[in-house]
């Protein structure tokens, strides 16, 4: 076969696959719109200061616990709250707010209820603290590996502690940091476009494969004297270019709207998209090497994905997981490729600390392909 | 001869698909694989095609085997499977354009084949929107791109209407007048056999039954007539008897046949039958025996069943 047959196979293949997903106003959707839409309400929610709101169950007594000024509860809900009826959870609480200019403001509110009420309450998260006041001393009921239902309970036990209800937080020793790259969506943009190429590299390339082989399309293509590579290579460059424009629009966004600057070297992050980009769709041929099922598709793929996207650290640092589980996390191609467009995003990282992540994904990618080649089942 | 299959044997596990067939096609031959569903008929076209591997036997397409020939035999096979899916939002143009890339054929072949095909009209139509005959008109398009020796059709109009099946057939005729190529098309509409093709192979259970042309199919048992008849009301089975042994009733249908060997002996023997089982007739036809009745004849089944 001469180069130039070769070639216009290739480009005829290439082009029937971008029209087709340029054609798919869902693809469009779900690769570009979505994630720019994802990454708007997590940054809005996450930069916005809002207040905090904390719900404490009071066990009653005998009488409503209001109307016994002797207890310390009762004394403090009647000096220092207000009541208030929600109609949305149809209850009415005394609220308590602390102001705070650079942490946010806090409100508790306070219900009165029984012990079996309190239980269920707090089964369902209604609650994050059941308090009991007996012979004029206050027990904090709550679950401790629950890290909400802890900060309450220091708050508010320190309230209760402080001579005439005083609590004030030392706001003057809180200093704002306001250097750039430690905003949460600073450490979200990144994350959010090395999961988008996970996703759409391995949903893009293995389904359509999957697809294709099910639907009898690849058995006929083989049918012709097409270079059966090409088939391949041609899916998996449409896919390198959905990417890049995937990533370059929500970069575009993520810059004008939450002024968003990469830091470090442009050709070293492009260096790692191109190396993530190779693990991703190795990963993805290989998994849809074999079978002719969407179904069993659907599971492989999510097998893969759901993990990563769970435990690679996109939406949260990865460093709250057990330690020995952090240096197993840190091998998963997408964590490699989420610190490292991060790094070169946030700490000005260039070549010199990604070049060698950018070659264990590459050699992932290689061998993984390969294997997928080896087993590839044409029909 | 452009194909030559020897003895060919496949099974799948338990079931034996192709049983020690033999074919043989000369250029510009059409020939029909006839038989039902399940005879065996699209396992052998696969492994005419170089798609499915026989377990025993040869294969030669144009003197050649496929192994070590694959590149050149897909470059004189046109071919179209049974099913076939292509992009659905690509138009009929862009596809062709893209197989036509594969035999480095050009857009004035493509134009051709559009106009030989009839779907100048839709050219600009997504593949989605075609259809199902204008789409099987489109995998024949793509089958006739490379100008094929061997053009080799698996059921092309199954599932279609009558108007959209005789579009099927006015192109293969057309290319029967006006070129050398060879076609095997299998089919279970014996209608279809009888139009377009020289050659028919009845098929059933992986083996041959007959093979010849139509003429020689019809004409080489006695029993060229075939009496088609109705009864008053509705009957499971009606019994057999000695004396017309090949009489067939379809409960489906509400009707029976049988071939007029000897016009006196035979109708004596099924208006005796009618009498014994008291049964009434509501309408009778004597009409020439077709290939259906041959292949009910043969197996006890209809080719459509």
């Not at chain 1, 001469?2 to 290439?14: A, C, H, T, V």
């Not at chain 1, 492989?300 to 330690?323: A, K, Q, W």
């Not at chain 1, 191609?333 to 070549?351: H, K, Q, V, W, Y």
Request: charged share 20%; aromatic share 12%.
């Amino acid at each position: 076969m001469n180069k130039f047959l070769k070639f216009r196979q290739l480009y005829q293949l290439i082009k029937a696959h971008f029209l087709e997903l340029m054609r798919e106003p869902a693809v469009l959707f779900w690769g570009i719109v979505f994630p720019i839409l994802m990454s708007l309400g997590l940054g809005v929610a996450f930069s916005t200061k809002q207040d905090v709101i904390r719900k404490m169950g009071i066990i009653k007594t005998t009488n409503s616990i209001v109307a016994d000024t002797s207890t310390f509860i009762g004394n403090f809900l009647v000096k220092n709250t207000s009541k208030e009826y929600h109609a949305g959870d149809k209850t009415t609480y005394y609220s308590f707010k602390i102001k705070n200019e650079k942490l946010g403001n806090t409100t508790f509110f306070f219900q009165e209820t029984n012990w079996k009420d309190a239980i269920v309450a707090l089964k369902r998260g209604k609650f994050n603290v059941v308090m009991e006041e007996k012979n004029k001393k206050i027990s904090y009921f709550f679950d401790p590996g629950n890290p909400d239902a802890q900060l309450t309970y220091i708050k508010i036990s320190k309230f209760f502690e402080s001579k005439d209800y005083i609590y004030q937080e030392k706001t003057d020793q809180i200093k704002m940091l306001s250097l750039e790259g430690t905003r949460y969506i600073d450490f979200l943009i990144p994350g959010l476009i090395a999961m988008g190429i996970m996703m759409s590299t391995m949903w893009g390339i293995s389904y359509t494969i999957i697809e294709r082989r099910s639907k009898k399309f690849l058995r006929r293509m083989v049918s012709t004297p097409m270079k059966k590579s090409h088939l391949l290579i041609s899916i998996i460059i449409v896919r390198f270019m959905m990417n890049f424009i995937e990533a370059a629009l929500l970069y575009i966004f993520a810059y004008f709207v939450f002024d968003i600057h990469i830091q470090g070297s442009i050709p070293a992050l492009l260096m790692v998209f191109i190396a993530g980009n190779i693990a991703f769709a190795g990963i993805a041929v290989f998994i849809s090497s074999n079978t002719s099922k969407t179904e069993i598709g659907n599971g492989l793929i999510n097998v893969v994905v759901m993990p990563m996207m769970v435990l690679s650290g996109i939406f949260f640092s990865y460093h709250n997981f057990p330690e020995w589980f952090i240096p197993i996390i840190q091998k998963f191609p997408l964590t490699i490729m989420a610190d490292d467009i991060r790094s070169i995003f946030i700490e000005g990282a260039g070549f010199a600390e990604t070049a060698l992540h950018s070659m264990m994904l590459t050699i992932t990618g290689i061998v993984f392909f390969a294997a997928g080649v080896k087993y590839f089942k044409w029909y | 001869m452009i194909i030559e299959a020897r003895d060919i044997y496949k099974s799948f596990k338990a079931v034996h698909a192709v049983n020690g067939i033999s074919l043989s096609i000369a250029e510009g031959q059409f020939v029909a694989l006839l038989g039902p569903n399940g005879a065996g008929k699209t396992t052998l076209v696969e492994m005419i095609e170089g798609i499915q591997q026989p377990d025993k036997g040869e294969i030669l397409i144009a003197g050649k085997k496929w192994k070590g020939n694959e590149d050149a035999l897909h470059h004189i096979i046109g071919l179209s499977l049974q099913e076939t899916y292509f992009i659905d939002k690509l138009t009929v143009h862009e596809t062709l354009c893209l197989f036509a890339s594969f035999y480095d054929e050009r857009k004035t072949r493509v134009a051709e084949v559009i106009d030989l095909i009839g779907l100048e009209e839709k050219k600009k139509s997504y593949v989605v929107n075609l259809s199902g005959g204008q789409r099987q008109r489109l995998t024949l398009g793509i089958a006739l791109l490379n100008h094929p020796k061997v053009l080799i059709l698996d059921e092309p109009t199954t599932g279609l209407d009558p108007n959209a099946r005789r579009e099927i057939w006015k192109i293969l005729l057309e290319l029967k007048k006006k070129s050398n190529t060879s076609l095997l098309l299998t089919t279970h509409y014996m209608e279809e056999a009888e139009q377009l093709c020289d050659y028919i192979i009845i098929m059933d259970k992986g083996s041959i039954l007959k093979e010849g042309s139509v003429t020689q199919l019809l004409n080489k048992e006695k029993g060229s007539k075939t009496i088609e008849f109705e009864l008053e009301g509705i009957y499971e089975t009606i019994a057999p008897a000695e004396t017309l042994p090949g009489i067939f009733w379809d409960n489906k249908t509400q009707k029976g046949s049988f071939q007029l060997f000897d016009m006196g002996k035979d109708m004596q023997a099924f208006l005796h039958i009618l009498e014994e089982n008291n049964l009434r007739i509501k309408n009778l036809e004597c009409r020439r025996k077709s290939l259906d009745d041959l292949f009910t004849s043969l197996t006890g089944r209809h080719l459509h069943e």
